[in-house]
């Protein structure tokens, strides 16, 4: 594992916190419209490192999900879903804190032009 992966997955935590906080600020007006941004930031980090099947459903089930809270059933859920979308996204982040992905195959494409002389 990188040394520099936690510390990076705290400051996506934190831009996904700050991308919640400015839908819900900017209400009627364009929060509909950028909620996708921190669920597509949590799909980043949760899928980095790790497989292209693993990292594609990660993106489909944060579009979904926003589809589906955001425009289909906005009655789900008071603000575009804001109150199940931000704790599943904290679950996602600590669960992938605690369980980084290993140093195998998925990540090599990740260092291969730092390991060259």
């Given at each position: 594992?990188?040394?520099?992966y936690?510390?990076t ?10 991308g919640?906080a400015?839908?819900?600020?900017t ?7 950028v909620?996708?941004?921190p669920?597509l930031?949590?799909?980043?980090a949760?899928?980095y ?11 489909a089930?944060?579009i979904g ?11 789900w859920?008071y603000?575009w879903?804001i109150?199940?979308?931000?704790p599943?996204?904290?679950i996602?982040y600590?669960?992938v804190?605690?369980r980084?992905?290993?140093a195998?195959?998925?990540?090599r ?5 730092f390991?060259?002389?």
């Amino acid at each position: 594992m990188d040394r520099t992966y936690r510390p990076t997955l705290i400051g996506l935590f934190i831009a996904t916190l700050g991308g919640f906080a400015f839908a819900f600020i900017t209400g009627f007006s364009i929060g509909r419209f950028v909620l996708v941004l921190p669920l597509l930031v949590t799909a980043y980090a949760v899928a980095y490192g790790r497989g292209l099947l693993l990292q594609l459903s990660a993106y489909a089930g944060a579009i979904g999900l926003y589809l589906l809270l955001a425009w289909l059933r906005p009655d789900w859920a008071y603000d575009w879903g804001i109150s199940i979308e931000l704790p599943l996204c904290t679950i996602a982040y600590v669960i992938v804190f605690l369980r980084p992905p290993r140093a195998g195959p998925a990540r090599r494409h990740l260092t291969r032009f730092f390991n060259h002389p």
